[in-house]
């Protein structure tokens, strides 16, 4: 079975800085990671995944994520947010061959002027 | 085109009562799934079809839970006997067939069990 940590409930920072927002898994096999977000009131919508080769995975609105085998980690990064990045972002994994993903319990980006 | 759908978007209901949920895939997605998603939590996936048959129903909690996809397009998540513990956002996602694809999540059903 896998699980996925995201140690920050909440993250607070100015805008133009830049974020970077944790996640670790667990694992007994390989996984596939991706990362989501959601906005209020909105379904999830995938930013970034990683199923094999590079490490360094780039995503949509200027976020990329890097996959550390031996840490178990999958940290996402933007190098400076904008006001329109408030929304909260979950972490997940899935074991290739099983469909399901197992989410982390989110980490609420608040993206101040 | 259009997303995936959900309906109704909330459902209160009366601890006892049955109720249904329905999701509208994506056109052409082969895979549909059920996830929970409690307050404050990430979602929680429940089960998954490949076209109209049930590959994985694993997460679903107990037997009060079932899920169909009788012409592998449509779905309807069926909570029997509801409880207040039921209470959660209710999420559909549909996908194309085969490993890593991206599941494209609809704006789910808010229930709420009194």
């Known amino acids: 079975a896998q699980s996925v940590t995201q140690l920050d409930s909440q993250v607070p920072v100015f805008e133009e800085a830049p974020v970077e927002l944790r996640c670790n898994y667990s694992?007994?096999?390989?996984?596939?990671l991706f990362w989501y977000v959601q906005y209020p009131n909105q379904g999830l919508q995938l930013l970034l995944k990683?199923?094999?080769?590079?490490?360094l995975v780039k995503g949509i609105n200027g976020f990329e994520a890097e996959f550390n085998k031996s840490q178990t980690s999958f940290h996402l990064r933007k190098p400076s947010v904008h006001i329109s990045d408030t929304a909260e972002y979950f972490c997940?994994?899935?074991?290739?061959?099983?469909?399901?993903?197992?989410f982390g319990s989110g980490t609420r980006l608040q993206v101040q002027p | 085109g259009a997303g995936v759908s959900q309906s109704p978007r909330y459902k209160v209901t009366k601890r006892g009562q049955d109720v249904a949920l329905r999701c509208d895939p994506i056109?052409?997605?082969?895979?549909l799934y059920w996830y929970r998603q409690a307050l404050g939590q990430g979602p929680e996936f429940l089960t998954y079809?490949?076209?109209?048959?049930?590959?994985?129903k694993s997460g679903l909690p107990n037997d009060r839970f079932s899920a169909e996809r009788p012409e592998g397009s449509i779905s309807t998540l069926t909570i029997q006997r509801t409880e207040q513990r039921d209470s959660a956002m209710y999420r559909c996602?549909?996908?194309?067939?085969?490993?890593?694809?991206?599941?494209?999540f609809g704006p789910g059903t808010r229930l709420t069990v009194l």
């Open positions: 996602a549909s996908s194309l067939v085969g490993v890593g694809n991206e599941q494209f």
């Open positions: 694992s007994s096999v390989s996984v596939y």
């Open positions: 990683y199923l094999s080769g590079s490490t």
């Open positions: 997940a994994v899935s074991a290739p061959g099983r469909r399901a993903l197992t």
């Open positions: 056109s052409g997605h082969v895979s």
């Open positions: 079809f490949n076209y109209e048959a049930q590959q994985d």
